[in-house]
């Protein structure tokens, strides 16, 4: 018996692009045909997408509906008025999309491979798109085994080696493989093993997917990020266009710093804690300063108002520190990047309504609630000052 009639096209010869075929069912918007060209989607992957041809009229096919009683092609309205149950049709796959995705998942099964055989990690579950691989793994890894990982699996790209695609009954699969294979196995009679390697091979997982002849295709794995558990990797062009354009931007970093690798991420982390450790001494004096906060006060319309010229300070030390802020006061900072803040404890006065005073009456940009609120003050020439006018006039 050849198992290859009774298993999907796409097992068997994932490069047949177009297959004769008749509609064995039809429902609003989606057929069945009798065969089994399109991959349903299943695995951690997409769909494959394409059209259907009748009498020179090409209907596009725009998912898989994978049902109990097979997989029902969908298919839109104009599609729906031309094709009926028993005629024979033309299926045609979108080549790109598959091949990309024969690609992604094949590269997915060496990576997955190289982190078994180097660190025995498991992969416990993958995803693919058009050139890309998202996958979680048993354990976290160091930049250097994950550096190792793409080194390795690269490698045996270059190498290349024969993507086999083995179809045999349960039978066969418990007596021959099953000590050996990767992955779980459906409930059906029939297994589909992928094997990575001439003879014996070196890697073989139960799958029932879509996958390239021989490494050699895949133009390499690149690294897109990995945080935790999560590895996510790009292939081709769009690997070697993110890697670039990830590049290109280091460069920028690198002339603006004047420092490269390990001492650029140094000199980035130093700069860093010297801006905490700054931020954390601005929020200490901002929090002495509002601390004796009626000491600084003026009486402006009945109103206890604080002006002060902070240009050191910014939102965020501002808005921490006002937390400690006593009751009754209009406090107004100008801070870094010339930004005049107006923070109110006074229940009775909105520190937007003053805002938006200001911005009435200087076109600058800003906003606010009640209590806190904010303008742009660079064109103005004495912010502090131009505030206590229009407190001054306000009622
Ligand atoms: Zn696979």
Same mark, same amino acid.
């Given at each position: 018996?050849?198992l290859?009639?009774?298993?999907?096209?796409?097992?068997?010869s994932s490069?047949?692009?177009?297959?004769?075929?008749?509609?064995?069912?039809?429902n609003?918007?989606?057929?069945?045909?009798?065969?089994?060209?399109?991959?349903?989607?299943?695995?951690?992957?997409?769909?494959?997408?394409?059209i259907?041809?009748?009498?020179?009229?090409?209907?596009?096919v725009?998912?898989?509906?994978?049902?109990?009683?097979?997989?029902?092609l969908?298919?839109d309205?104009?599609?729906?008025?031309?094709l009926?149950?028993?005629?024979?049709?033309?299926?045609?796959?979108d080549?790109?999309?598959?091949y990309?995705?024969?690609?992604?998942h094949?590269?997915?099964?060496?990576?997955?491979?190289?982190?078994?055989?180097?660190?025995?990690v498991?992969?416990l579950?993958?995803?693919?798109?058009d050139?890309?691989i998202?996958?979680?793994?048993?354990?976290?890894?160091?930049?250097?085994?994950?550096?190792?990982? /793409?080194? =390795?699996?690269?490698? #045996?790209?270059?190498?290349?080696?024969?993507?086999?695609?083995i !179809?045999?009954? %349960?039978?066969? +699969?418990?007596?021959?493989?099953?000590?050996?294979?990767?992955?779980?196995?459906?409930n059906?009679?029939?297994?589909?093993?992928?094997?990575?390697?001439e003879?014996?091979?070196?890697d073989?997982?139960?799958?029932?997917?879509?996958?390239?002849?021989?490494?050699?295709?895949?133009?390499?794995?690149?690294?897109?990020?990995?945080?935790?558990?999560?590895?996510?990797?790009?292939?081709?062009?769009h690997g070697?266009?993110s890697?670039?354009?990830?590049?290109i931007?280091?460069?920028?970093?690198?002339?603006?710093?004047a420092?490269?690798?390990?001492?650029?991420v140094?000199?980035?982390?130093?700069? /860093?804690? =010297?801006?905490r450790? #700054?931020?954390?001494?601005?929020?200490?004096?901002?929090?002495? !300063?509002?601390? %004796?906060?009626? +000491?600084?006060?003026?009486?402006i319309?009945?109103?206890?108002?604080?002006?002060?010229?902070l240009?050191?300070?910014?939102?965020?030390?501002?808005?921490?520190?006002?937390?400690?802020?006593?009751?009754g006061?209009?406090?107004?900072?100008?801070g870094?990047?010339?930004?005049?803040?107006?923070?109110?404890?006074?229940?009775?006065?909105?520190?937007?309504?003053?805002?938006?005073?200001?911005?009435?009456?200087?076109?600058s940009k800003?906003?606010?609630?009640?209590?806190?609120?904010?303008?742009?003050?660079?064109?103005?020439?004495?912010?502090?000052?131009?505030?206590?006018?229009?407190?001054t006039?306000?009622?």
């Amino acid at each position: 018996m050849n198992l290859n009639n009774f298993s999907p096209i796409y097992w068997s010869s994932s490069y047949q692009r177009e297959v004769e075929a008749k509609i064995i069912g039809k429902n609003k918007n989606e057929v069945k045909v009798d065969k089994t060209l399109f991959y349903p989607s299943g695995g951690g992957q997409l769909s494959d997408l394409g059209i259907i041809v009748y009498q020179q009229q090409e209907i596009k096919v725009v998912g898989i509906l994978k049902r109990e009683d097979g997989n029902w092609l969908q298919i839109d309205s104009v599609g729906d008025s031309i094709l009926e149950e028993g005629v024979e049709v033309l299926l045609q796959l979108d080549w790109d999309r598959r091949y990309s995705f024969m690609k992604s998942h094949s590269s997915q099964h060496l990576i997955s491979h190289v982190l078994k055989r180097l660190f025995d990690v498991e992969t416990l579950k993958a995803n693919f798109d058009d050139e890309k691989i998202d996958i979680e793994i048993s354990r976290s890894l160091s930049e250097a085994e994950i550096l190792e990982v /793409l080194q =390795e699996s690269n490698r #045996l790209i270059n190498e290349g080696a024969e993507v086999i695609s083995i !179809i045999v009954d %349960k039978d066969e +699969y418990k007596r021959k493989y099953r000590d050996d294979a990767r992955g779980k196995i459906s409930n059906e009679n029939i297994v589909r093993l992928i094997q990575l390697g001439e003879g014996e091979g070196f890697d073989l997982t139960c799958c029932g997917g879509v996958h390239v002849k021989n490494l050699s295709e895949i133009n390499g794995i690149f690294l897109d990020t990995f945080k935790g558990n999560s590895l996510k990797f790009y292939i081709d062009k769009h690997g070697i266009d993110s890697v670039n354009k990830q590049r290109i931007l280091m460069i920028y970093l690198e002339e603006a710093t004047a420092k490269k690798g390990e001492k650029l991420v140094e000199m980035l982390i130093n700069k /860093l804690n =010297e801006g905490r450790i #700054l931020q954390e001494g601005n929020l200490r004096l901002l929090k002495m !300063i509002f601390a %004796k906060i009626d +000491y600084r006060c003026q009486e402006i319309n009945d109103k206890k108002v604080v002006l002060l010229n902070l240009p050191e300070i910014d939102r965020q030390v501002l808005q921490s520190a006002a937390r400690e802020l006593e009751k009754g006061f209009l406090t107004v900072v100008l801070g870094r990047n010339d930004i005049l803040y107006f923070i109110s404890t006074d229940g009775e006065l909105s520190a937007k309504e003053i805002n938006d005073l200001i911005i009435e009456k200087t076109g600058s940009k800003g906003g606010g609630n009640k209590g806190f609120a904010q303008v742009n003050a660079k064109n103005i020439e004495d912010p502090l000052s131009l505030v206590k006018e229009v407190l001054t006039m306000f009622s």
